[in-house]
């Protein structure tokens, strides 16, 4: 039988391993780090759903409704970063290319960490998404 050299095997689990959610790692922090690999519709967040938040189940119908129907817009448009925590370039601007590291949350949330703030309106509880009030 054909055997993978150790170091190959190594090599790839640390690949895949690259590609999941850190333990604890907020959506937002994962999704910010996975569309390094590129967008495809709502790919990573469905991903990072799927195995950290099973029961966001309403994500895939209030992202869209928030301006995000792909992982890149839901960045764009559904959280939005918590500046004063981020580094800024020698020019005051927000340094996107170095996301501080995750302040985590607990597991089963598609909540962001404090380095994001939600589109205002929004409420969130447990995990589940409760709909938008109108903001008046
Ligand atoms: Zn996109
Ligand atoms: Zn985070």
Partial sequence: MEQYPAQELDDALKMVRMLLPWPHECLACYVCRMLAHGCSGLKWSKAYRDLRAPRATAMERKFPELGGTCDCEV??????????????DQHGD??????PSCLTVRLGTIQPCGLWLMRGGIQWG???????RKVS
Avoid: I, Q
């Fill in 75 to 88: 960045m764009a448009n559904v959280f939005h970063p918590n500046e004063a925590l981020w580094e800024h």
């Fill in 126 to 132: 447990g995990g589940v998404y409760r709909g938008a």
């Fill in 94 to 99: 927000l340094d996107g290319t170095c996301a």
